[in-house]
DNA sequence: CCTACCGATCGGTAGG
DNA sequence: CCTACCGATCGGTAGG
């Protein structure tokens, strides 16, 4: 019988790895430390590690929480529209207004992930690469949509698309992080027409 | 009378600051401890702090000279090349060829910089601000020159130009970073053609 | 979720 | 460029 339910577990554990995100974003996850996590949420340095086990998996839960609320975010209200070019625009104005409502208060959390993680194999770099996996694919499939629907040029290249859109979104949250100039969202956002300029 | 002369510490800096920068394009600016940078380049601990004073001196002195070997790889082969549109293209081939030689092995520096010290006043963050200003100015310039020359159409914003470019340079990194595809370069370049296409 | 503890490492200092 | 040291903090363990 243990002391506090699971379902009680599972509260504190969401709790704790939601103030995680926040100090991630801002720090990194590699600046993330389970002392420094456990002083914000005023609880003990051994608490914080026995939600989670080791500072990896307390990393990797913190890691998919931000992906999940980025999701959430940025994917579900768009989700249920036509899919194809109105889809796409849809969904990148809900990106860019997402980083310009400093939802994260470090800018991009994926971004932040992978040039942390990019050269240093392990659990991290394999989530991070597996996210954006899934991302890239959601796109280029709505892009493969609009060319068959003749939305998009018939010669547009659907991985080439959608590694444009993510290098534009990356660079605006970035730039905005960096200036606190809004003016970077409305370059971004007209590059982002552009690319998806429709065909004809 | 200093048991070392002047120049031999500055030799010594400059091996160190070199072990540095590669230390940290893996690691992150944030990753670089006075410690393991000193069993790097066998040294003891005090004798790399003394080097430098502090550990944030240590980390702009990382950064400057990383982004000195930037220039000197990307820009300086171009610089003397006639301003405007060719030299854009030539800088950009450049600049992903530095990116897929792997330079840094740990990626784009300046990405990995910015995403770590965006949210976080301080003198790194400020290097960092000043750097990216000089950088877009440089390239902006070129813009405005070949618009001015007539070879980019007459309502090309050499900002958001600029913001495009970089965009996917850096994205270009990052993935190869995780993929190890380059076929993200390939990508990038024809993305980067197509924001400088010709006018007309 | 707590107290009490471990060895290792952190940035930095004193002094030669 | 070295030895010898400082207090603070790191991830993690034992046990309740």
């Given at each position: 019988?243990?002391?506090r339910?699971?379902?009680?577990v ?8 939601g103030?995680?995100?926040a ?13 420094g ?11 914080v590690f ?22 959430e975010e ?7 529209r036509?899919?194809?070019r ?6 990148c104005?809900r990106?860019?207004d997402y980083?310009e ?5 470090g ?47 018939a010669?547009?290249?659907?991985a080439?698309t ?20 809004p003016?970077v969202?409305?370059?971004?956002g ?7 300029a429709?065909?004809?």
């Amino acid at each position: 019988m243990p002391r506090r339910s699971a379902a009680a577990v599972a509260r504190t554990r969401a709790h704790v790895t939601g103030a995680a995100v926040a100090r991630a974003s801002v720090d990194g996850l590699d600046g993330l430390t389970i002392g420094g996590l456990a002083g914000a949420v005023e609880m003990r340095k051994s608490s914080v590690f026995s939600l989670f086990g080791s500072r990896e998996e307390l990393q990797l839960a913190t890691f998919e929480a931000a992906i999940a609320q980025f999701v959430e975010e940025v994917w579900e209200p768009v989700a249920d529209r036509e899919p194809g070019r109105e889809r796409l625009l849809a969904l990148c104005e809900r990106w860019l207004d997402y980083h310009e409502r400093e939802v994260m208060p470090g800018g991009c959390f994926l971004t932040t992930a992978t040039v942390e993680f990019d050269a240093r194999p392990g659990p991290l770099r394999d989530a991070v690469a597996a996210t954006w996996g899934r991302w890239l694919r959601l796109i280029e499939r709505d892009v493969a949509t609009a060319v068959e629907r003749g939305e998009l040029p018939a010669d547009t290249d659907p991985a080439q698309t959608a590694f444009h859109l993510n290098g534009l979104a990356s660079m605006a949250s970035c730039q905005f992080q960096l200036t606190r100039d809004p003016a970077v969202f409305a370059r971004a956002g007209s590059a982002m027409r552009s690319v998806l300029a429709p065909a004809g």
